[in-house]
């Protein structure tokens, strides 16, 4: 029903700043909120940031909070995330990520998300 496509990953130096965008196509007046996770080697996925679709609700990790920032653009149906201040931590697979409504929004919960996106890497190096 809903189609996410990302972009916007690559390789940055430290300190350095990435501007990650994700394109939904299909249904997407059912999107109830979109969310951006990442995964690195051997670690979990992580809820980076999430902006419900109507009233922009927003939440941060608190390890990126202060560098990143969601944002959405009804309009043109996408959803970004600003990176700045980028640390070698961040390395990881980043993911866009859509849930549909219905029951309690649970941004940290990877399982309560519908529809996700093939990811974009984003590299940081030291």
């Known amino acids: 029903q809903v189609q996410l496509v990302e972009s916007g990953g690559g390789l940055v130096q430290a300190g350095g700043s990435l501007r990650l965008s994700c394109a939904a196509s299909?249904?997407?007046?059912?999107?109830?909120?979109m969310g951006w996770f990442r995964q690195a080697p051997g670690k979990e996925r992580e809820c980076v940031a999430a902006?419900?679709?109507?009233?922009?609700?927003?939440y941060y990790t608190d390890s990126v909070k202060g560098r990143f920032t969601i944002s959405r653009d009804n309009a043109k149906n996408t959803v970004t995330l600003q990176m700045n201040s980028l640390k070698p931590e961040d390395t990881a697979v980043y993911y866009c990520?859509?849930?549909?409504?219905?029951?309690?929004?649970?941004?940290?919960?990877?399982?309560?998300?519908?529809?996700w996106g093939q990811g974009t890497q984003v590299t940081v190096s030291s």
């Open positions: 990520a859509a849930k549909v409504p219905g029951g309690l929004w649970r941004p940290r919960l990877n399982i309560d998300y519908d529809y």
């Open positions: 299909g249904r997407t007046f059912s999107i109830y909120a």
């Open positions: 902006v419900t679709w109507s009233d922009v609700t927003t």
